[in-house]
């Protein structure tokens, strides 16, 4: 094969692997040596350990040359920093974990670890994954590849920038109201939210529980397919994973897309819409006709509830789930106080960012006394109304086609949204954590500036094969996935 | 004035894992070594709901005919403290797992019912450790996590005497059940009384306090004793009674304010979404209640009709593991007065004085049956019995083995015992010349020198038969 190794699928490493063209080391060793030159630039790895690597890939080897390799051995992977790792420190991007080294595994590293995939490194993110320009880190910005004033997205911004940068074959990430599929919108990548429940979420932590579910993000929706066979299950650590049977995602992935309903929500594309984005998906959607697929325009009304209520639950439950970073049992303590509740203040001030402290008093207001009922009571309310909006139409169409983001990426290197700029621009997304239904972004196009343009396609609950194979047909017509910045090359 | 009275009573479950994770339940050891990364609150780490838990409660509930919830939910209390791992417990606000419900006790030979509010499950916390080392405290979380049941009554308590009557039946329920182990040292049977006091039974209720740290039912009633007569006092003086929590002091035997009850205090409860709510289907409670025990008043009942004292009965009946030997005793023929005397005498005693209780006795029910069967036979007397009782606890060998082994046998048969009476009458011409000329009371001579011979081993009421024979020969 004439393609340099980090310009393949992973279906293309598999076959060099398995057939022994290429050895996991060479492959992690000419990764690592990427991640040497075009790190510094980007900012989206934290923590690298070469040895540690290296000795996986070396295992790795071993087990394929045992033949008892699974088809994504020896592949390695970039992991966000918010999934627990024995091997190497697990910050959050914060600093009240900056020496936080787990004693236990999330469940998703030890299914990939497991399976023989070594680990590159942990990726830079949103300080707590609070964040939509992966701005808010202790560990500093991480820059879009293509162009580096611009943000990655966030909060899995670190994972979007190594893959679109393709310093890394592939990378974990977690989305609770957009955070792997606007980073992948605004990179250029792919990048898919499961349905709630697929993949375990022990060993992650914790934003807002009801909302977190991790996912790949990857070049394309095959690989992202592949990596999804290997990361979803049950879990029995995690009552909330659900023990509906996975299917092999690949399976039916190149089946036509013949006769498949896709509704267009009008609500979706008005005026927030930037209109070159809008133009960019809508040639994608002239694309996905001439394949077969009817489109059909739909409603999805109560859209204009989706802000308020994330940023309503999505807080009450980060104000709960940050209650245990109190610097009494691990993470950063004050040392220089004389009474508990200086510890637990200065503790928790002096180590948490801005938007953290934000969320979690915007959490804690709305979930106090009074305003339970005024706040929280209404936003689980607004939830359902969203949810049905969702089921009704379901019974219309099979997915749903959005667009990811309201805009490209923003620039970030010298000014700073506010955080209701920043907040509204999530709009596209967060209903679909809200109803905790799978979503894909897949590129569609670049606008003017030069930067990527997303598109978001939306199934019912734990029809991920049916926006897999849509996305995947798409990019067998398009090359938008293959295209990475000249600055990597 | 009435009394008004509540009492929450905290029960610490027994089963053999925590309630949200699978580290060991336990007490003493090391601090931290059954705290798992789950007990400490780890980042990233997930409670998962502990089955045995809810099956105990179910059990609980069986016994104060309370209303077990189809849907259960667990909720988050929010608030800071060293020894609460993740700033908040696990802990059910909205659907508790029992609902309603009541439990009869007695006083005075008066029948009486306490009400049920309800019973939630919850976590416990972990302890502080103050002054192991200068300017220091420490956190042990072995305890963090270990499944709670708190029985939450109606406030109908309206005497001391109901109060300590009511705890102690719902003590030896909760210990005749095994699910919790009854220790209030320990901590295991916690209670907080919270109490007022009115005019008379129609009037407003009064300003309510909570009592805390009393772990012994002397205690309690000493606690309720100072501070029903602190509130008469302030009453009486017109002094307000401020809500509050106050704790017992055993060194001045007086109740203490801890801290004011805040009307404000914000738990922020809600829903725990890393617990879905849990369908309590009725073949789950079935087999919970299928390994209910035969219920203590059914054979408080039974006790009395084989003609036991009422006493005797009930101690029997509370106590489920001597029940039991009970049970086997009399399956086994051994008359009951004579099974319930030596499962509260001898063996009782032999119990305490090793610190056992009656489920972890070194002898079982059948050695017990075999012992008193040998003695209903006449093959050992009481005293022997009593002996070989020592040495079966000590040896773990079967009566049989210890009679045989140690020579304990009785000496019960004509051919055994007549040729040693002859022979002493032979050699005492004396005495026997003196008794068979009516000196009666030497017979008691003859009956010591019998015993003498047969190391005490004749059966007395054998060994006085022949002996009249032989000598009257």
């Known amino acids: 094969m004439n393609k340099p190794l980090h310009e393949q699928s992973l279906k293309e490493l598999s076959d060099a692997l398995q057939s022994k063209q290429i050895s996991s080391t060479e492959l992690t060793e000419s990764y690592l040596n990427r991640i040497e030159s075009y790190n510094d630039a980007l900012n989206a790895y934290t923590h690298i350990n070469k040895e540690i690597t290296l000795a996986q890939a070396k295992a790795a080897d071993k087990t394929i040359a045992n033949g008892n390799g699974h088809i994504l051995t020896g592949i390695p992977l970039g992991h966000k920093d918010i999934f627990c790792t024995t091997n190497m420190p697990t910050t959050c991007s914060s600093k009240m974990l900056e020496n936080f080294h787990a004693t236990y595994n999330a469940t998703v590293i030890e299914r990939t670890q497991g399976i023989g995939m070594p680990t590159l490194g942990k990726l830079n993110m949103d300080e707590f994954a609070m964040g939509s320009a992966n701005e808010n880190s202790a560990w500093g910005r991480v820059a879009n590849p293509w162009n580096q004033n611009h943000c990655p997205g966030g909060s899995s911004g670190g994972s979007a920038a190594a893959v679109a940068a393709r310093i890394a074959p592939a990378a974990t990430g977690t989305d609770t109201g957009g955070s792997i599929r606007q980073p992948a919108a605004f990179t250029g990548i792919t990048g898919i939210k499961p349905t709630y429940g697929r993949i375990s979420r022990y060993g992650m932590i914790a934003f807002a529980s009801s909302l977190d579910q991790a996912g790949p993000m990857t070049q394309s929706a095959y690989d992202a397919a592949m990596l999804l066979n290997t990361m979803c299950g049950q879990d029995p650590n995690d009552s909330t994973s659900s023990n509906i049977a996975v299917p092999d995602f690949t399976a039916g992935i190149n089946d036509s897309i013949e006769g498949v309903k896709i509704g267009l929500p009008e609500e979706y594309f008005l005026k927030g819409l930037d209109p070159e984005c809008d133009l960019k998906i809508q040639d994608a959607i002239k694309l996905l006709q001439k394949k077969g697929a009817k489109i059909i325009p739909i409603h999805l009304e109560n859209l204009k509830y989706a802000i308020p209520t994330y940023y309503l639950l999505a807080p009450i439950e980060c104000a709960s789930n940050l209650a245990r970073f109190d610097g009494v049992h691990y993470g950063y303590r004050e040392e220089n106080i004389s009474n508990i509740t200086d510890m637990y203040e200065l503790s928790r001030e002096n180590s948490f960012g801005d938007e953290v402290k934000r969320r979690i008093l915007i959490g804690t207001f709305a979930s106090s006394g009074s305003y339970s009922a005024e706040y929280y009571q209404k936003a689980l309310q607004a939830k359902s109304v969203i949810r049905n909006d969702y089921r009704k139409a379901f019974s219309e169409v099979d997915v749903i086609l959005t667009p990811t983001t309201t805009s490209t990426a923003f620039e970030t290197a010298n000014k700073a949204l506010t955080p209701q700029e920043m907040y509204l621009s999530d709009i596209y997304t967060v209903t679909v954590n809200l109803a905790g239904l799978p979503a894909i972004s897949i590129p569609v196009g670049f606008a003017k500036n030069g930067l990527p343009v997303g598109a978001q396609l939306i199934s019912n609950r734990f029809c991920e094969d049916i926006i897999l194979r849509i996305a995947h047909c798409f990019q067998s017509e398009t090359g938008w996935h293959t295209q990475y910045s000249d600055d990597f090359k | ?473």
């Open chain 2, 1 to 473: 004035m009435q009394i008004v009275a509540g009492i929450e009573i905290h029960i610490q479950l027994t089963t053999k894992t925590k309630a949200f994770s699978s580290s060991p339940i336990g007490f003493g050891g090391l601090p931290n070594e059954r705290a798992s990364e789950i007990d400490m609150g780890m980042p990233g780490t997930l409670p998962v709901v502990n089955k045995e838990m809810l099956k105990q409660a179910i059990m609980l509930g069986s016994y104060l005919n309370a209303d077990v919830s189809q849907l259960i939910s667990f909720a988050r209390k929010h608030y800071f403290y060293p020894d609460l791992p993740k700033g908040y417990q696990i802990t059910q606000d909205d659907n508790p797992i029992l609902k309603g419900g009541y439990l009869t006790y007695e006083v005075n030979g008066e029948i009486k019912k306490c009400y049920i509010h309800h019973a939630h499950l919850e976590e416990d916390a972990g302890k502080s450790v103050h002054g192991y080392k200068a300017n220091t405290s420490g956190v042990d979380l072995n305890r963090a996590g270990q499944p709670l049941l708190e029985i939450v009554t109606e406030p109908c308590l309206h005497s001391i005497e109901d109060i300590i009557a009511f705890l102690k039946r719902l003590h030896s329920i909760v210990t005749y059940l095994e699910i919790c182990d009854g220790n209030m040292q320990e901590g295991s049977f916690r209670c907080d009384v919270n109490v007022s006091l009115r005019e008379n039974e129609s009037a407003p209720l009064g300003t309510r306090v909570e009592l805390k740290n009393m772990n012994s039912f002397k205690f309690i009633q000493k606690a309720l004793e100072f501070e029903i007569d602190r509130q008469h006092d302030c009453i009486e003086s017109g002094t307000p009674i401020i809500q509050e929590t106050r704790q017992y002091n055993e060194a001045t035997n007086k109740t203490e304010s801890m801290r004011g009850k805040e009307t404000s205090e914000d738990y922020r409860y809600f829903k725990d979404p890393d617990l879905p709510s849990i369908w309590i289907n009725e073949s789950f409670i079935e087999k919970a209640k299928s390994g209910l025990p035969e219920h203590p008043e059914t054979r408080l009942a039974h006790y009395l009709s084989l003609g036991l004292s009422k006493i005797d009965s009930n101690n029997i009946a509370y106590n489920k593991h001597m029940g039991n030997y009970f049970s086997v005793l009399t399956k086994n023929k051994i008359p009951a007065k004579t099974a319930s005397n030596w499962l509260l005498g001898p063996i009782s005693e032999l119990a305490n004085k090793h610190g056992l209780i009656f489920s972890n006795l070194p002898i079982s029910a059948e050695q017990v049956a075999e012992l008193l069967q040998a003695l209903q036979d006449g093959i050992v007397s009481s005293k022997m019995a009593k002996e070989v009782l020592g040495y079966m606890w000590s040896e773990n060998k079967s009566a049989a083995t210890i009679i045989e082994d140690r020579g304990l046998k009785q000496l019960s048969s004509e051919e055994d015992i007549m040729p040693i009476l002859l022979n002493i009458i032979q050699n005492n011409p004396k005495q026997t010349e003196e008794y068979r000329n009516g000196k009666d009371k030497l017979f008691g001579f003859f009956v010591g020198q019998a015993m003498k011979e047969t190391k005490g081993q004749a059966n007395p009421e054998v060994l006085n038969t022949l002996l009249k024979k032989a000598l009257n020969d």
